[in-house]
């Protein structure tokens, strides 16, 4: 969980402070003594940004704004340096601080209070001993120019991060496919998200061969979660469709995943935890959009009954797709989704998926590769959210000529393309089951990191849901 965070008017004597500034001359006297003065000054001089006064029952931290040009990456050495503040105050066992925004600067102070918040985020549900917890349980926040609705929002945020990086973090000895389903089902219900949940009996109804035959070699069964939040004033007349790639443990299958390459492969259902925490994230924030989210769930394994290298599958489309590696197999279950989406003839699908290893060698843990089709508006709105708030896209392009690279002799098309450009032949794949304005977003990289990044932590990032919640409010500001 998250700090909770506050609006506060009034500044309290002995109250934990943190005085957010552009300039010296703008730090309040009243606050801050003559010998502590002189000291800001010296260590100003020598670009020291965060200066921290013990006041023995209480800390005063200065941070000065950093000078960038640039506004998103001013704004992102905001969040680094909120971050570090927070290390700080749990390192000395701070409880509540009151951030203050001495030059009623918006979007620095919500970028400092942003990393501050995401980078408390622990996940110590199995740990026995509790050493470690954070201490940091309020921030409140006292600003002339950032209210309540802001704050609302923001929160909103935090909590559909919060909710998709503890569905990420779990380990698949908790979160099989059901679990998946009915975490989701349970937040669903207490944010006013209307849930269904499709069986495997109704899936073969449905002739989901993508989504079935990846669950062929399981001894769970596989589960089509659907959410819907239809506010009574939403603003678009077709619905915004987001899928997301549930696969809550990939072994590879038959084709079985060599060397540490399975070790966290708990994360392979990123996409799916993001679109539920961005659904989440919409709903808190009273967004008036009409929202749909899709997510194919189940695990893949090489049991007894598992799909093969050579197998066939008829996809809920009608189309056959030749089955050369089981090991990509998210393909397999978002095509389904995707063509499960046709029938709310949607404004625009973005897919969110943990796909392919070509995209993090391609771009690394930095970035999120992107393509799209009949979007190009939507996809440029898309990438200026990333750049804000620094879940940046690099765009890969989805010619024509890349679908040579998944023609099959024997089926319409096959699940993996030649050794080069895996990332792109991969969501020319995917386009073949869209017949609307379609995003394809491969989080592989920045889904899921091994050791800590400042505000992203170590383990889930929860990387989507800050984009596309910028995303939306773009479009409905």
Known sequence: MYPKIIVQTELKTGDNLILLTKSLQALPERLISGPEMKFIKEQHKIKVEM???????????????????????????????????????????????????????????????????????????????????????????????????????????????????????????????????????????????????????KLEALQMGGLLGVNKGSHEPPVFIILEYKPSRHRNKQPIVLVGKGIVYDTGGMNLKTESHMENMKTDMAGGAA????????????????????????????????????????????????????DAEGRLILADALSYAKRYDPELVIDLATLTGSAVRAIGKRAIAGMQSDAKKEFDRLSSSGAEVYERIVELPLWDDYGEEIKSDLADIKNLGGPEAGAITAGKFLQKFTSYPYIHLDIAGPSFLDKRDSYRGQGATGVGVRLLMGFFKQKTS
């Open 51 to 201: 200066i921290p006064f013990n006041r023995l029952d209480h800390w005063v931290v200065i941070q000065f704004i950093p000078e960038e040009k640039e506004a998103n990456q001013r704004r992102e050495k905001c969040r680094l340096a909120g971050d570090k503040i927070q290390l700080f105050l749990n390192e000395h066992k701070v409880n509540q601080v009151t951030l203050c925004d001495v030059d009623s600067d918006e979007g620095e102070t919500m970028a400092l209070l942003e990393g501050m918040a995401l980078g408390t985020y622990q996940f110590f549900k199995y740990k026995t001993d509790k050493k470690g917890v954070n201490t940091l349980k309020k921030i409140s926040l006292n600003s002339k120019k950032i209210g309540k609705k802001t704050l609302t929002e923001f929160n909103a945020i935090l909590n559909g991060v919060d909710f998709a990086r503890d569905l990420v973090n779990e380990p698949n000895s908790y979160l099989t496919a059901t679990t998946f389903a009915n975490e989701i089902e349970s937040m669903a219900v207490k944010a006013g998200i209307t849930v269904e949940l499709l069986s495997k009996k």
């Open 275 to 326: 679109v539920a925490g961005t659904l989440l994230a919409v709903a808190g924030a009273k967004l008036p959009l009409h929202m749909i989210g899709l997510i194919p769930a189940t695990d893949n394994r090489p049991g007894p009954r598992a799909i093969v290298s050579g197998d066939i599958l008829r996809m809920h489309n009608g189309m056959t797709v030749e089955v050369i590696n089981t």
